[in-house]
């Protein structure tokens, strides 16, 4: 899986949108850009992916550049319960992946919701 | 409400004791998975299960033990626990095995 580069910490006013960077410059075609979060020492928590598409749902908007080597995580407007650690991570898709559902979390970048 | 559960939550004990630690999902998800996080290391896979009765090593299976006997179940077994399983332990599962992880709440371990 390739590797990812995130700002180790960022921060944000609450109501605001934050905007969280990720370079995956080696990802490869048929890898997906994943983002998790964990909030405190809590289990990681699911926000979305996407594999070349812009993807939103309830939670966050996924912007993938076009040539795919980096992506930014967007939350719309930012609530004091979004300060977390957010995590990038790219890996092939189920019918590619030939062994373990190794997630590689990598130290992310720690956001910090300002009131 | 679909959840993954993992008990206890937290568990001190000594070196040598046997110990288990339980995790149960109620989505009838097929794949399972173990991590642990110590600080600077980030998540490291322990094993994992792609259904029940097969499992298979992570990047970091020894001095664990895991079985699948039922599809909601994936008990973590540490039979001679030691002071550098202390950690942070996470039981994970997804519907396949390519799709997103939901993760337990954690069950913080000691071994003294």
């Known amino acids: 899986d390739a590797k990812t580069t995130q700002p180790p910490s960022m921060d944000c006013a609450e109501g605001r949108a934050a905007n969280l960077p990720c370079n995956h410059s080696?990802?490869?075609?048929?890898?997906?850009v994943y983002w998790y979060r964990q909030i405190h020492s809590q289990g990681p928590q699911y926000i979305i992916h996407?594999?070349?598409n812009n993807e939103t749902n309830e939670m966050a908007s996924l912007i993938i550049t076009e040539d795919r080597k980096s992506s930014t995580l967007i939350l719309p407007h930012a609530t004091l319960r979004d300060t977390a650690v957010y995590y990038c991570?790219?890996?092939?898709?189920?019918?590619?992946?030939?062994?373990?559902?190794?997630?590689?979390f990598g130290q992310g970048t720690r956001l910090t919701i300002n009131p | 409400e679909a959840q993954v559960t993992q008990n206890p939550r937290y568990l001190i004990t000594v070196t040598g004791k046997k110990l288990t630690v339980t995790c149960s999902q109620n989505?009838?998800?097929?794949?399972m998975s173990w991590y642990r996080q110590d600080p600077g290391l980030g998540l490291r896979q322990i094993y994992y299960?792609?259904?029940?009765?097969?499992?298979d090593k992570g990047d970091v299976p020894e001095g664990y033990k895991v079985s699948r006997k039922e599809k909601r179940n994936f008990p973590l077994i540490l039979e001679s626990p030691s002071p550098n399983q202390t950690s942070l332990y996470f039981c994970?599962?997804?519907?396949?095995?390519?799709?997103?992880?939901?993760f337990g709440n954690g069950t913080r371990l000691t071994v003294t």
């Open positions: 994970a599962s997804s519907l396949h095995r390519g799709t997103p992880l939901h």
């Open positions: 991570i790219v890996r092939v898709p189920r019918s590619r992946d030939q062994g373990a559902q190794k997630l590689v």
């Open positions: 996407g594999l070349k």
């Open positions: 299960s792609m259904n029940v009765e097969v499992t």
């Open positions: 989505m009838n998800h097929e794949y």
């Open positions: 080696t990802i490869s075609g048929n890898e997906y």
